[in-house]
Every structure is written in C-alpha cells, then in structure tokens.
C-alpha cells in the first residue's frame, strides 16, 4: 500500500502532499522534513530505493517496514512512501505515468504548474491512486478522465462566473442619490399600511 506521496522541490518546499493514513499537521511537516533530509543528501548515481529508519514517524504508524521510492526530475522530487508489500520497479514506473500524466496535461510542467494548479494536479493524482491503492496505470485513460473532469469543472464554475459578473453589473447601475430618498420615504409609506 502506498502510505504518503509527496512532491517537493530542491530546497525541500512541499508542492504536493497526499496521505494515505491520518497525520496530524505537525506531524505531515515532519515527515515531510524527514523525507527531504534523507533524500537530499543522497547522490544522483545511487539508488532510488531508501529503507525508512524505524524511528520514521511513517514506520510507526505502519506495522510494516516502509520504503522511499523517489525520481529527481530537474528541481522536483517525486517520493513515494510504501511498505514492504508494493514493488519497487512498480512504483518506479508509476512515478513515470505520474510525471507523463502531468506533462501531458500541462504541456511540460514545472513547478509553478504544480503550484498554481494544485486542484487539477490532485485530480490527476485521484485518477492514479486513491486511498493508497493504484487505480490506473494508463497514461491515455488518465489523461482522457482528467480533462473530463476539466471540462465538468469548467461547466459548473461558468454560470456561477456569469451570475457573479451580473450581480457586479447590477450594484454599478446602482444610483445612490434616488437610492437614498427611497429610503428616507420608507417610514411615509409604513403609515399607509393597514392591518
């Protein structure tokens, strides 16, 4: 089972963060931490499969060994946080799809796309892994839900932009002055009523 998946930069920012288990705030940010720090520091020419000590906060939530597999793309590193029971070359590949699956929607993301998108970028993701089990591994078929999902969000985000910029309009058509001898005649017309 895929216990955490994380996405940061270089300098150890987190970009993406999914958890599989509960975590508190504090302690996502120190398994994030953790997790930049042991990656970090290894060179690009070793492996990219790194046992969790067993102090690793992740270890102890999990009743398995866990394992880092990571991928360093330019100034990103995409880590996978597993146990003993996933494959290694598997979630090598599935890093792949992922980052393909992102480059394809984003036509050659980078890390501001990951920023500025995180929404999108965590559909992408549920259309790959959810609750730590992988759902699809075909780049055509993530690609082909993920803009479903676009042109969805696009539909719905459309009339309530269109209402919105209408509500707008009304309030600059607003005129004040009338508005106000309106309001001072309002007393006058509460004598008329009759009960």
């Given amino acids: 089972m895929i216990n955490a998946i994380v996405v940061f930069n270089?300098?150890?920012?987190?970009?993406?963060?999914?958890?599989?288990?509960?975590?508190?705030?504090?302690?996502?940010?120190?398994?994030?931490?953790?997790?930049f720090h042991l990656v970090a520091k290894r060179d690009d020419q070793t492996c990219n499969f790194l046992e969790l000590p067993s102090t690793s906060l992740l270890c102890t939530k999990s009743t398995e060994n866990c394992k880092l597999i990571y991928r360093h793309y330019a100034t990103l590193y995409f880590v996978f946080c597993v146990d003993a029971a996933e494959s290694e070359l598997g979630i090598l590949d599935l890093i792949q799809v992922f980052v393909e699956s992102l480059d394809r929607s984003f036509s050659n993301v980078c890390e501001l796309d990951l920023i500025f998108n995180s929404d999108s970028i965590h559909w992408?993701?549920?259309?790959?892994?959810?609750?730590?089990?992988?759902?699809?591994?075909?780049?055509?078929?993530?690609i082909m839900k993920f803009e479903e999902q676009n042109k969805i969000a696009k539909v719905e985000t459309s009339p309530a932009s269109a209402k919105a910029n209408s509500a707008v309009s009304a309030i600059k058509n607003i005129n004040l002055p009338q508005l106000k001898e309106k309001v001072?005649?309002?007393p006058n017309s509460f004598k008329d009523l009759k009960f």
Avoid: A, C, H, W
């Avoid at 150890?12 to 705030?25: A, D, E, I, W």
């Avoid at 992408?124 to 993530?142: A, F, K, P, R």
């Fill in 184 to 186: 001072r005649d309002l």
């Fill in 124 to 142: 992408l993701l549920d259309e790959i892994v959810q609750s730590g089990m992988v759902l699809e591994t075909n780049i055509n078929n993530i």
């Fill in 10 to 35: 270089n300098y150890g920012k987190p970009r993406l963060s999914k958890f599989y288990q509960y975590f508190t705030n504090e302690e996502q940010q120190q398994i994030i931490n953790e997790t």
